[in-house]
C-alpha cells in the first residue's frame, strides 16, 4: 500500500523531465513504501531567532550553527 507521500514522489517523478531527478524520485517513492525512508527536522539559518520544535524531550538537543 503506497502512503500519500509515496505517491507524490511518484507524480513528480512522472513530471520530472531530468531522468536523474525522476529516477532519485522512484527511489525516494520506493523507500516510502518499504518505510526505510525517514527525515530530520533542521532550523533554516534565515530563521535565527525562532525557537525549534521539541521532537521528543530536552535532553537530546543539537543546534547546527
Known sequence: ???A???RYRRLALAE??????DLLLKLA????RGIL????????????EQP?????DKLRFEWE
Not at 30 to 33: A, I, V, Y
Not at 53 to 57: H, L, P, R
Open 17 to 22: 523531465q531530468d531522468k536523474a531527478n525522476a
Open 53 to 57: 520544535q521539541k521532537a521528543g524531550g
Open 30 to 33: 520506493d523507500e516510502c513504501d
Open 1 to 3: 500500500m503506497s502512503s
Open 38 to 49: 525517514c527525515t530530520a527536522e533542521w532550523r533554516s539559518p534565515s530563521r535565527k531567532n
Open 5 to 7: 507521500r509515496a505517491i
